[in-house]
């Protein structure tokens, strides 16, 4: 189930109380506020050239929000937010969910907070634009909501007029929302997206910087994994590594199963992971989730998975 939390935004005017919620697990991973700037707000889907907009201008707010739960839909994260919007006085001026927006165009012909701090599934995402027209001038907001095996995701893009009074949402309004998940949730999390599809993406695995080793630091991610193995003795899986496209197809490969195997030697010594149940495989770049034609599909696909391979023989 999942549960939501109450956030207060104020907006400039006589009524302007406005709620909008957001699950009470949800940590912000991404605020940016600038005093003056131009958003080009999507009117319609892809027509097959660009993304139709209309230039919008003022103080400008862009959230992301990571929400820990699995198996969301996309519908599930945008309906409550839509009905709180249109409560509030927000004209729907266009809304579509993947094929209908565009698909991939759409996703990259739009402003969007590069992954991994906003994962934008291409076989299921929505977006919507809204506008109000107050005394001072014109207020907007997008919202572009998608999900992975492990989590939910939304941007939030609001333009109101310059020197109104619209903070953006912060610690301070939910200090609740920046709490990092508990060990044993992130742990029911992986666990339950590996029962349920068999992979888990291993969020939070960094590697040093143009090298295969990890980084000297804790891994939440790992420890649940290795709680999983330990549930359930029976199960071997697979660490499966993952690289963008830049590099020859055979180096990609030898990287991305070295990578694997630098994960499997971190949950053994770290961890406690039993070595004879897991194995490392690379795919290269065979198995992309984003397109490799900009850095944000590039930073996406570099990943690394766990893969449920079946019971012990």
């Known amino acids: 189930m999942i549960r939501w939390l109450a956030l207060i935004v104020l907006w400039p005017c006589a009524l302007s109380a406005q709620v909008l919620t ?7 991973e991404v605020e ?5 700037d131009s958003y080009p707000l999507p009117t319609g889907a892809w027509d097959g050239t660009a993304v139709p907009t209309r230039m919008v201008e003022g103080a400008m707010t862009r959230q992301v929000w990571r929400v820990a739960a699995t198996g969301l839909a996309s519908l599930q994260l945008m309906r409550p937010l839509r009905d709180q919007l249109r409560a509030a006085g927000y004209e729907v001026i266009f809304e579509c969910d993947t094929l209908n927006c565009g698909g991939f165009d759409f996703r990259f012909g739009t402003p969007v907070a590069p992954a991994p701090a906003m994962q934008v599934d291409l076989n299921d995402y929505r977006f919507l634009s809204a506008i109000r027209q107050g005394d001072d001038g014109l207020r907007a907001v997008s919202l572009m909501v998608s999900r992975t095996p492990q989590a939910g995701f939304v941007q939030i893009i609001r ?9 953006a949402l912060s610690a301070a309004d939910a200090p609740t929302a920046r709490a990092p998940a508990p060990a044993q949730a992130q742990a029911g999390d992986l666990g339950q997206a590996l029962m349920e599809t068999g992979h888990a993406l291993l969020d939070g695995v960094a ?5 295969v080793a990890l980084m000297d630091t804790d891994m939440p991610v790992l420890r649940a994994l ?3 193995m330990a549930q359930n003795p029976e199960h071997t899986v697979s660490i499966v590594g ?4 830049s590099g020859s197809l055979d180096g990609n490969i030898a990287i991305s199963k070295q990578r694997a195997a630098a994960v499997i030697e971190r949950l053994v010594a770290d961890y406690g992971a039993p070595r004879a149940r897991l194995t490392p495989a690379g795919m290269g770049y065979l198995a992309p989730i984003a397109s490799n034609l ?4 590039r930073e996406a696909n570099r990943r690394v ?3 449920v391979t079946g019971p012990i023989d």
């Open 22 to 28: 957001l699950p009470g697990n949800a940590a912000i």
């Open 32 to 36: 940016e506020n600038v005093p003056l």
């Open 159 to 167: 333009v109101v007029p310059t020197g109104a009074d619209a903070p």
């Open 207 to 211: 590697f040093e910087t143009g090298a």
């Open 226 to 228: 290795a709680d999983y």
């Open 242 to 245: 993952h690289t963008d496209s």
């Open 294 to 297: 900009t850095p944000e599909g």
């Open 305 to 307: 998975e766990a893969v």
